[in-house]
């Protein structure tokens, strides 16, 4: 695989530049307190935040395809990397500690560099939208709680969920009211920004008004917590001395700080680029990573990560490309050199709100409502990720998000869409029994559509619901295998079992519907000779006339429903009684009124359009008005009966020409009209009835409506 370098900044536009420099800055300056405080929980000391905010970035912008993410000092390998010191009795900030931190951070950039040979990148195709979603919410929740007590005056947490809240709760008992206030009002600032103004860099003022607060009236004087003064310069480069080293701790570490850096980077950047529209190269995103822990490594720092604070406020403020990283790292390597004095002015309430209010994008709540809506066995396995993540913490999270996705596949897979299929009087498809109530079952076959691959979980099912529904009249049975792509040894097996107990009722067995590639496996797994014996067919139709079945079809309708179905010979029922469009009833289901008055409102503004009424023929407004065409007759008839309730929304100019217009639309419903009795002569009855039927539910829906059609159907008679 050919590396590209700077991949985003190629064929850049000059339009971006003011957006990324802006963010950049931004970035920069938010990332001061994100920096430094995770740089603590490390066992680093604060500055060293900043210098893994410069390299780094850097070279994550060198290889990243994100047009957005940012990299550096984050919470999840900050806290790994803490809590292992703590569990080898090292002390923050000692000599140990600033020998171990960047050797683990190195080992993590090694790690990620040997992910990157492996094509590791694959984790992400094995992870679903819930999982990601409840994964990525999870994280931005724990940085959240981390970030809380820093508001009240105290001092970040860490851990997961319990140890959290604990340090929470004492950090309640010793709040700083100005410190709270402090950060209540920046917080309600920054959020009513965001929706009043969201393109003014609300970020930046509040965080100029914080400096001016210090500066002004000394409210470090009343207990408001400031950021700790940096020194000038720049880092020097750094090496670990191995020699001093439990190696086995520093590679286990980093084994585990590396697979947490490229789950989470992974998901997090999949998840914004989704929801912005790009693609990325998965593969080179884990480069970029090795690089900046590499990068992070030689300036004695701790492993760096993808930042979704960090990321989320530069989707807020705009920025497009890498160009936002590289100049994020040119401002934080000036403020080293020669600005680090401000540093000291920043109130942490200030900050602390920035960077929660940023925070507050990442979680997906309106995922959890949409799968809460659509699927509760989504929206549970969105909650577990969640749920893992805040408890066990995210490299149990990154465990539990893949392990979900697969156990989302095998439910899917083992309880497979699946019915029974039928016909409708007078029409050649096959349809759902159970959805259509027009629908009944061919004589004396059992028609089973299975829209799964089969495998060793499911082929029970299959068989379960065929030998089930047999009835004593059973002659047939037939698989419409149009949805199986691939079929295992353990189905192939279960296939032959089916099979030869159907043989033994004297029911015929047939496999249909499905791709070439399904005999290929029959016979490689051994059970060709079911093709052999005739009992594959390429469609339902060939199994039926292989039975010595003629069309029309025999369909098993009972004699208590032999009237119904005669009346409805051409007229599908919809599922609801109110919705006679069998089209729009089948797309819709309960909405299809709402969706039909829908498209009778878009004819109505193409009718505003059509320049001279009196030159336009019958054949012309069929070919100028579109969603016409698409139509049965039956439905276009009830379609163009409810467009003439609407004649009161044209326009003043077309009014005077609504007699015109009736009279259009009258004209088209009698050649529909006329095209339904040549083809069907035998139901003109039914369709008096039908259009009988439609004008008293119209009149039942909008009597006024129906009065001013007949009124003006009057005048042009």
Not at 210 to 235: E, K, Q, S, W
Request: hydrophobic share 50%; with cysteine; charged share 20%.
């Amino acid at each position: 695989m050919k590396i590209r370098f700077f991949p985003t900044l190629r064929n850049y536009k000059k339009e971006y530049l003011a957006k990324d420099i802006f963010s950049g800055v931004i970035i920069a300056a938010v990332s001061i307190p994100i920096s430094m405080g995770y740089a603590q929980i490390s066992g680093l000391p604060a500055a060293y935040g900043l210098y893994g905010s410069l390299l780094p970035i850097l070279f994550f912008a060198l290889f990243s395809t994100s047009r957005q993410f940012i990299f550096g000092v984050d919470a999840a390998p900050a806290a790994i990397v803490g809590a292992a010191l703590a569990a080898m009795g090292i002390g923050a900030e000692s000599s140990e500690a600033m020998q171990y931190v960047p050797a683990i951070a190195l080992a993590a950039g090694l790690w990620l560099l040997l992910f990157y040979f492996l094509h590791a990148d694959r984790i992400v195709d094995f992870i679903s939208t819930p999982v990601m979603g409840g994964f990525i919410s999870g994280i931005a929740v724990t940085i959240i709680l981390m970030q809380i007590p820093k508001l009240l005056g105290g001092s970040a947490g860490t851990g997961e969920l319990p140890e959290l809240l604990l340090h929470l709760a004492e950090a309640v008992l010793h709040v700083n009211g100005i410190s709270l206030i402090l950060g209540i009002l920046a917080l309600v600032l920054l959020i009513a920004g965001k929706r009043l103004i969201p393109k003014f860099p609300m970020a930046a003022a509040v965080m100029a008004a914080g400096v001016c607060l210090t500066v002004f009236f000394h409210i470090d004087d009343y207990g408001v917590t400031l950021l700790a003064h940096v020194d000038t310069g720049l880092p020097g480069f750094f090496f670990p001395d191995l020699t001093q080293l439990n190696l086995s701790a520093v590679l286990g570490r980093g084994l585990m700080v590396a697979v947490v850096v490229m789950a989470e980077t992974l998901l997090a950047e999949n998840n914004f680029a989704s929801r912005n529209g790009y693609s990325l190269d998965d593969r080179q995103e884990i480069l970029a990573c090795a690089a900046g822990n590499i990068a992070s490594a030689a300036v004695g720092c701790c492993p760096v990560n993808g930042s979704i604070s960090r990321t989320s406020m530069n989707e807020q403020y705009g920025g497009q490309t890498q160009a936002v990283s590289l100049t994020a790292g040119i401002v934080m390597g000036v403020i080293l050199m020669c600005a680090t004095g401000f540093i000291g002015y920043l109130p942490v309430p200030v900050l602390t709100a920035i960077v929660i209010s940023a925070l507050l994008n990442v979680v997906e709540v309106h995922l959890a409502v949409r799968l809460f809506k659509v699927s509760r066995q989504e929206f549970l396995i969105f909650m577990s990720a969640f749920v893992v993540v805040l408890f066990l913490g995210t490299i149990y999270g990154v465990v539990a998000g893949i392990l979900l996705s697969f156990v989302a596949v095998i439910i899917k897979a083992t309880n497979p869409p699946r019915h029974f299929r039928g016909m409708m009087p007078g029409k050649q498809e096959f349809y759902d029994l159970d959805r259509n109530r027009a629908a009944w079952p061919v004589k004396n076959v059992l028609i089973y559509r299975f829209s799964e691959n089969l495998f060793f979980a499911n082929i029970k099912i299959l068989q379960k619901d065929i030998e089930k529904n047999i009835k004593e009249d059973t002659k047939a049975v037939i698989l419409d295998a149009g949805a199986v792509n691939s079929i295992d040894i353990t189905a192939a097996d279960g296939l032959t079992a089916l099979a030869e107990r159907l043989k033994k009722k004297n029911i015929r067995f047939y496999i249909t519907e499905h791709s070439q590639n399904v005999n290929d496996q029959f016979r490689k797994l051994g059970i060709g000779w079911l093709i052999q014996e005739g009992m594959v067919r390429r469609t339902i139709v060939s199994a039926l006339y292989d039975m010595g079945m003629k069309e029309p079809f025999p369909l098993d309708i009972p004699e208590s429903e032999r009237e119904r179905a005669r009346r409805n010979l051409y007229f599908a029922l919809s599922p609801e009684e109110e919705n006679s469009l069998e089209e729009f009833a089948w797309a819709f289901g309960p909405d299809a009124v709402r969706e039909i008055e829908k498209q009778v409102k878009s004819i109505v503004q193409q009718i505003h359009g059509i320049s001279d009424l009196e030159e336009l023929s019958e054949a012309g407004l069929e070919e100028k008005l579109k969603y016409w065409h698409s139509l049965g007759p039956l439905d276009e008839d009830e379609l163009l009966r409810r467009l003439e309730l609407h004649i009161d929304d044209l326009p003043d100019e077309l009014k005077e020409n609504s007699t015109l217009v009736i009279r259009l639309i009258e004209r088209r419903r009698r050649v529909l009209r006329d095209r339904i009795l040549r083809e069907h002569p035998n139901i003109r009855e039914h369709l008096n009835e039908k259009r009988d039927i439609l004008e008293q539910r119209l009149k039942k829906q909008n009597p006024e409506g129906v009065r001013k059609i007949h009124e003006l159907e009057n005048q042009y008679k």
